[in-house]
Each structure stands twice: as C-alpha cells, then as structure tokens.
C-alpha cells in the first residue's frame, strides 16, 4: 500500500496525561491510601520539572493532571495555601515550556473527611465539592487553559459502587442512580462555579467511552440489546450534562460487543477476539475511537481526546497502537469530527489503580528503584509527530 501522509489540523494539541494520585507520592492521605497505598509513585509532586521537561523533549504542547482534593482541603472547611501554592508552581512551569494545562479537578481519590460523609453518596456531595472547586478556580485560573471537573463518572460508578473494586468497595446496583445523579448535579454545579469566575473558561469532563456493537448485527434482539448498553455506558451522562460542557473530553480504551446470553440479564459483554492485547489483556481496536468520535458529531462541541493508552513492558505495541488510533481519529476529523488535540496515557509508567505498578502505561519508563526515567522508543515516534502534526502511514 502506498504511504499515506496525513497532515492534522493547524493549532492541534499534542501531549499526555497523568492523574495525581497515579504519579505524585509523598504517602498523601486519601480514601484509597489504607488499602492502596501508592506511596512514592513517580515523586512527580516534587520532581515536576524533570517530567514537564521530558514532555517538552518530545514536542508536546498540552499537558493534563489532576489537582489532590485531599491535599488541598485535608480537612472539612481547611484549605492548605502550601498546597495551592504548589499547584500554582507546576502552571507556570507548564507555562514556561509553553505546555497548555488541561487540569482536572477530581480524578477518583477522596480526602477522608468526604469519604467519612458518605462520598458521592452523601446528598450534598455537590455543595461540598463547589466549596473546593471554587477555591481552586480562584486560586489557579489566571493559569488554567482548560478545566475537568472529573474523571470517568461512569466507570468510576460502577467500579466503586456496582463491582466493589474500587473505594468505598460497595456492591449495590442500587446505589448507582443516585451515584450518578450526584455526578451530574456536580459537574453542573461546578460548571457554573466555574463560569461565574470567568465567563471564558472552558470546562469539560473526561468520560471514558466504549463502541459497544451488537454480538450479531443481523438479530434484532442483539441489536437492542446493544443499544440499551450503549445507552447506559455512553450516552446518559453525557445527555444529562451536554448543556453544560464546553468541550467533550475523551477517554477510548474499549471496544464491547453486547448480547444476551441465558445467565446474564440485562446483558453481556462477550469476550473480543483478542486478536492483539495489551499487558492488562485489554483488546486493542483502534478503529473503535473512530465510530466513538463520529457518534458524538451531533453535539457540535470541540473534542480532545483526554486518554488513550495501553500497558505495553516491553514497548513492542505502543508505536503501532499511537500511529493506528491517529489515523482513525485523522479519519474521524474528515469525516467532520471537530477533535482538536490528543493526549496519550500515560507521560510516564505510574500507580495503575488496583492493579498497582505492574502495568506500565508510559511515554516514558520509571525505574521505581532509584526512581530514574528513560524515554521509551515509540515515544520518540510519538514526538516526531507531535512536531510535525503529520502521520506517515
Ligand atoms: C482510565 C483512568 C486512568 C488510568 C487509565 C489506564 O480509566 O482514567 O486513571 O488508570 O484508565
């Protein structure tokens, strides 16, 4: 096949994104650091100069992390200037390299006392989270180009409160319609927390989105099947909120084909094909982000890919994995997806939730001993794009 050069649009973003309990160490005290604790991580709190300086060795222009809830308000009413202050550090070095921030408010780590509360149960969840957020924005936003106010609504939900994996580890179906009508009240909340202190802002959410299809296209049971999936997984959030998003932030890592079989009600995901799997055994389908991105042309928003990644050691999939989602999402935007910058997960191997440090989702590899980086050889490949905006393929 002949090599094709796809040239991106003019002013696309290009970097990655990290989260702060994934990277930042220093044993904060949090919901999750009793049962997993992440202890040092990358030392990113402290060494964030030499990650933002690797993110600017490989020519990225956009860098998203997320702000410790805990750290800035340890306690109910409590705000820690040593902590704001902090974060106003890592901006403006952001700034120097002439990095954007895309900074996400919340991304899945409690203080205690709002988890002792009852977390995203407790009925005033919103109020709370606006006192913080409006801290935050007071604080920051001279400095913020791009503000989330959470991360994965969704995925978090059904993690936390439907499978039990996550904190606060709770098993209730039931307890999920009101998990995320909080969410949604929330992000609304903050939106306008936001806006009311500068009406230019531009604030999102990052929500994970799947293509979900029919097991089998041809049955009208699977087809609806799927879609009820679909609406569940990806739409409902995004319904609820869409008057309130200035920008959708995407997080695509899935691809799930839905049916019905005789044990599960009221569907089930089938395992993929797997014909290529990353370390996690996560199906890698770029052509799923495709489908993703044409879905959402009819909210007639800017998109920017806000995660996109796999667990990779070895390094032997991810140029491939880069180099195949960019031409799916380069197809999208012909196709008139308004997507305006891609941000891949991870800048540096991190904390990966549950399953701790064995996966290794980085640009760039950490060694947790000595706490030393070396830049991983698709991340290069990564750069040179990120320089030149264009994909030979
Ligand atoms: C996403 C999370 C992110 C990271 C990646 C692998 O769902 O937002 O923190 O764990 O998965």
Avoid at 3 to 10: M, R, T
Avoid at 145 to 163: A, K, R, V
Avoid at 341 to 366: A, K, T
Wanted: aromatic share 16%; net charge positive.
């Amino acid at each position: 096949m002949p090599k094709q050069i796809l040239k991106f649009p003019k002013d696309f973003l290009w970097g990655s994104s990290v989260s702060s309990y994934q990277v930042e160490g220093g044993n904060v005290i949090c919901d999750w650091s009793e049962k997993f604790p992440a202890k040092t991580a990358c030392n990113y709190y402290l060494n964030y100069e030499h990650f933002f300086d690797l993110a600017k060795e490989l020519n990225q222009n956009v860098h998203r992390f997320s702000l410790s809830w805990a750290r800035i308000q340890p306690a109910e009413g409590k705000f820690d200037r040593k902590a704001i202050e902090h974060y106003r550090k890592m901006l403006l070095a952001l700034k120097e390299r002439d990095i954007k921030s895309m900074v996400t408010i919340w991304h899945w780590t409690l203080p205690l006392w709002m988890s002792e509360k009852g977390g995203w149960e407790n009925s005033k969840f919103a109020d709370y989270f606006q006192q913080y957020t409006k801290f935050v924005v007071e604080e920051l936003d001279d400095l913020v180009d791009f503000w989330m106010t959470t991360n994965e609504p969704m995925i978090y939900t059904s993690l936390s409160y439907i499978l039990g994996k996550f904190p606060p580890q709770k098993n209730n179906l039931f307890l999920a319609p009101k998990v995320i009508n909080n969410f949604v009240k929330t992000h609304k909340k903050a939106y306008e927390c936001i806006h009311d202190i500068n009406k230019n802002a531009k604030v999102g959410v990052a929500q994970n989105l799947s293509f979900g299809e029919p097991f089998n296209n041809k049955s009208i049971l699977n087809r609806s099947v799927a879609k009820t999936f679909n609406f569940f997984r990806n739409s409902l959030f995004l319904e609820l909120t869409k008057n309130h998003q200035d920008f959708l932030g995407i997080n695509y890592y899935f691809h799930d084909r839905i049916k019905i079989t005789p044990f599960s009600f009221p569907f089930a995901k089938i395992k993929n094909d797997d014909k290529e799997v990353s370390d996690l055994n996560w199906e890698i389908y770029p052509k799923g982000i495709y489908h993703v991105l044409n879905n959402l042309k009819k909210y007639n928003l800017p998109i920017y890919i806000t995660e996109n990644g796999l667990a990779d050691e070895k390094d032997q999939k991810r140029e491939k994995f880069i180099k195949q989602h960019l031409r799916y999402i380069h197809k999208a935007i012909k196709n008139g997806a308004d997507v305006r910058g891609y941000m891949h997960w991870s800048l540096i191997d991190n904390f990966e939730w549950r399953d701790g440090y064995g996966p290794r989702f980085g640009l760039v590899e950490m060694n947790y001993k000595d706490m030393s980086t070396k830049i991983r050889p698709s991340a290069l490949e990564y750069a040179k794009i990120c320089k030149t905006g264009v994909l030979e393929n």
